[in-house]
């Protein structure tokens, strides 16, 4: 037997164990559980909210939802029990009751001294599903405070809130651009509508939207072809900072993938790439380079020319100085052809001379094999 009972215990605390990781994973941030029968314990305890929290999930479930809406069930005869019939004790359900709410479907009823009478109900109106808690409740002889009050609720909620709708499926929210597209931009639009229960006459503009683009938070382009319901990110409304409602972003139409425009793609991100912009790097310095150079031979070149035609002039000069002082001509006509010879003629009769030192048909000086080897050398 204590064996039996240490196994007890220790399934016991494992199923309380659940119960509070369940309580947290469904956003409960004031409940803890210390048994699985609700009986009072200063340690366990939970609040309306959590509790709607709670019942929110658990409608979820066709066989929960089967089990708290039925009003009676018929338990036939075991070994130990006879038959017998089972009544659920939520007056909302009743239809004999004056508690009898006709929008109704459960949920779940409790009592304990400490606790007072509590009720965790549903119900819905014009397609408007509403969770109720009340707790505490009273029990007098004319009135249970938890059904009133719980009327009295919904009977408010169904004349001061609506659904509203704060998003359309057919709008178009936010236009995106398109690499390498027949477009350079596609227009978005919520997947699905989004519908919201606000106070009646609520200014729906003053909600807030977010959007989230799914290329944006890669870090990539949205490139072509995009097709027409592709999903392209997630809107999310928010009020007061809270997230009410979400939707899909879906593309409103197709974008074909342009040829052109893909191959403009292609290169642009090619030339981002870091070593294909070091190496165009490279070639410029080399190019200007080469160009300094050319310039650096042209102009060494120039002056090398131009001391030749000097030199030539120079001894063509000496030349004609030293014929005429041996031809023993006067001193005025000696003079006479200085000037000639200073302004590149030379003198009548002497036509020939520096011809052996200057062949070149264009009385240029011939280049030495030093600068033809340096010309060469630069040339492609």
């Known amino acids: 037997m204590q064996h039996s009972g240490g196994i007890h215990i220790r399934l016991h605390q494992f199923l309380v164990n659940l119960m509070n990781q369940r309580a947290k994973e469904l956003g409960c941030t004031g409940t803890n559980f210390t048994n699985c029968n609700g009986l009072e314990d200063s340690s366990h ?10 019942a929110r999930e658990a409608v979820k479930h066709e066989l929960f939802m089967k089990v708290c809406g039925t009003q009676s069930y018929a338990v036939p005869a075991t070994n130990v029990n006879p038959a017998r019939n089972l009544t659920n004790t939520n007056l909302l359900l009743d239809p004999n009751s ?35 808690v009340v707790l505490g409740g009273e029990e007098t002889d004319k009135v249970r405070t938890e059904y009133a009050d719980t009327i009295a609720l919904y009977d408010w909620a169904w004349a001061n809130y609506s659904y509203q709708q704060v998003l359309s499926s057919t709008a178009t929210l936010k236009q995106l ?38 290329n944006e938070r890669d870090g990539k382009p949205l490139n072509a ?44 991100q090619v030339f981002k790439q870091p070593i294909v912009r070091s190496l165009i790097t490279v070639i410029i310095i080399i190019f200007a ?54 302004n590149g003629e ?29 010309s060469d050398m630069l040339k492609f």
């Open 45 to 54: 305890y939970t609040t309306a909210y959590d509790l709607s929290l709670i």
């Open 98 to 132: 004056n508690y009898h709410y006709e929008n109704a479907y459960g949920i779940k009823t409790g009592f304990y001294t400490a606790a007072g009478h509590c009720l965790v109900s549903g119900a819905t109106n014009n397609d408007m599903n509403l969770i109720c």
């Open 177 to 214: 651009s398109v690499s390498a597209g027949t477009s350079d931009a596609v227009g978005v639009r919520a997947e699905t509508a989004v519908s919201l229960v606000l106070p009646n006459g609520f200014d729906v503009s003053t909600l807030e939207t977010q959007y989230v683009f799914y």
């Open 225 to 268: 072809p995009v097709n027409a319901g592709d999903r392209l990110g997630e809107v999310t409304v928010l009020k007061d900072g809270t997230a009410c409602g979400t939707s899909y972003l879906v593309a409103t139409s197709t974008v074909e993938l342009s040829k052109t425009q893909y191959l403009h793609s292609q290169f642009r």
């Open 289 to 342: 380079l080469y160009l300094i150079l050319v310039c650096f031979y042209r102009i060494q070149r120039i002056r090398h020319l131009r001391s030749i035609r000097q030199a030539k002039h120079r001894r063509a000069e000496s030349l004609a100085h030293q014929e005429i002082v041996r031809s023993g001509l006067p001193e005025d006509e000696l003079f006479y052809l200085e000037k000639e010879t200073s």
């Open 346 to 374: 030379a003198p009548a009769g002497e036509d020939n001379i520096g011809e052996n030192e200057f062949s070149d048909e264009n009385d240029v000086a011939p280049k030495d094999k030093t600068e033809d080897d340096f």
